[in-house]
């Protein structure tokens, strides 16, 4: 029996050809591969710079300058605020926080080598301010334009845009209810835990919120409450006092009281304040009927107000006054017991507390008894009474807030109304 030698004869087998087409198949692949990579350079790397140089940006100089009071910049990274003396550099990120009775100005510049600013915000009392972007192209042969991105948390900010010569400017301002968004104008923003009231000063200003806009032009403005869209374009005035026109339980506005200026008050009769119609009109009716009389009475309403007016331009006193009777003559020995007054208290831009009286009479006074701040006006007719603006006074310290008015008589005895009380801010 002959064996074959097989492990021979499987190490002497012919190798399998080379297939030289699966190479020439690689080789353009690897060819195509490269074309593309160049195509994509060619025209990426081009497209590329084009696109940092139309889209790069740097953050815009900003400062903030406190007027009065402390105000606080609050960066991410820091365990306590910073509080600002002057003037300090402010950046994107952090938070610009306002006390009770501080005052604060943020301004956006051109560049470093100007003072030209782009926006100002005039941050009002217990405020807070974020800055989220502030931003402009880095290129000059950029086409975007300048972004100021801020969020109002809660207070009061005025918001003025300046676009430059070279390039325009957005300004948006965020809200926990709404977004404002202008460019060259002025916006008087006020926000609380409820609502977002938008004011323009100046320039249109776009308001949205929950799919409504709402463009508001020169002395408009809209309200924005939680959860829903901004009301439809309103004038920018308001009446400060509430139930001016004694239409709504007297109880739930204003504050009645009765002061008697003696020693004993067992036997005193006060006066009484009662809300009255007479021929459709309602009016207050502040009463005191003493026979014996001679000593100092008080009856008054009081309303806290508590409105700060910095961002309107005119403030004035409207009402309709009537006197019926009245023991003593004029405005009293000191010109301080009318039958007929309103006391209006405010804080001043100093920080300061003032107040402003007026009275109204129909006796004359006695001799030598001073007439100061009041005026005589006929009995039994309605006369319509406006103050001067106190925002633009020569005299009057420029008010901040409106703290309260009080509408009262004083005196001994006297029988006076009053009707459709107005404190009118535009």
């Given at each position: 029996m002959s064996v074959v030698d097989t492990t021979s004869q499987q190490s002497h087998s012919p190798s399998p050809p080379v297939l030289y087409e699966n190479v020439g198949r690689q080789a353009w692949m690897l060819l195509w591969i490269a074309f593309a990579t160049f195509a994509i350079l060619l025209v990426g790397i081009p497209l590329s710079i084009n696109w940092y140089i139309h889209n790069a940006t740097r953050p815009l100089p900003t400062q903030v300058e406190a007027i009065r009071g402390t105000t606080l910049i609050i960066t991410e990274n820091s365990e306590e605020p910073t509080a600002v003396i002057d003037t300090i550099e402010a950046s994107e990120g952090e938070i610009i926080r306002t006390d009770d009775i501080a005052r604060a100005n943020m301004s956006v510049y051109e560049s470093e080598q100007t003072q030209d600013t782009l926006t100002t915000v005039q941050l009002r009392s217990n405020s807070e301010l974020v800055v989220d972007r502030i931003r402009t192209p880095r290129f000059n042969q950029s086409q975007g334009y300048n972004t100021v991105?801020?969020?109002?948390?809660?207070?009061?900010?005025?918001?003025?845009?300046?676009?430059?010569?070279?390039?325009?400017?957005?300004?948006?301002?965020?809200?926990?209810?709404?977004?404002?968004?202008?460019?060259?104008?002025?916006?008087?923003?006020?926000?609380?835990?409820?609502?977002?009231?938008?004011?323009?000063?100046?320039?249109?200003?776009?308001?949205?919120?929950?799919?409504?806009?709402?463009?508001?032009?020169?002395?408009?403005?809209?309200t924005v409450t939680l959860g829903s869209p901004p009301t439809y374009p309103q004038a920018t005035s308001q009446n400060l006092v509430a139930n001016g026109d004694f239409s709504q339980p007297l109880e739930e506005t204003w504050i009645k009281e009765q002061i008697v200026d003696a020693g004993d008050l067992s036997d005193v009769i006060y006066g009484d304040t009662s809300v009255i119609d007479i021929g459709g009109r309602l009016a207050a009716y502040f009463v005191r009927d003493d026979e014996i009389g001679g000593i100092h009475t008080e009856t008054s309403l009081t309303q806290e107000i508590d409105t700060d007016v910095q961002d309107f331009d005119s403030l004035v006193l409207r009402l309709d006054a009537r006197l019926i009777s009245q023991s003593l003559s004029g405005g009293g020995i000191l010109s301080s017991e009318f039958p007929l007054m309103v006391r209006i208290d405010f804080i001043d831009i100093d920080g300061k507390p003032q107040f402003w009286t007026w009275g109204f009479y129909a006796v004359d006074p006695v001799d030598n008894w001073p007439i100061r701040d009041g005026e005589k006006i006929p009995s039994f007719v309605w006369y319509e009474y406006e103050s001067p603006d106190f925002l633009q006074s020569p005299t009057f310290p420029r008010p901040q807030k409106v703290v309260s008015i009080r509408v009262y008589a004083s005196g001994h005895n006297y029988r006076s109304q009053v009707s459709d009380i107005g404190l009118i801010a535009e």
């Open positions: 991105s801020l969020s109002l948390n809660l207070g009061r900010a005025r918001v003025t845009g300046n676009p430059s010569e070279d390039r325009d400017l957005g300004i948006s301002v965020t809200t926990p209810h709404s977004t404002i968004r202008f460019q060259d104008g002025s916006a008087a923003i006020a926000v609380n835990n409820d609502t977002t009231e938008v004011s323009a000063r100046r320039g249109e200003v776009a308001v949205e919120a929950e799919g409504r806009t709402v463009i508001l032009n020169d002395g408009r403005r809209t």
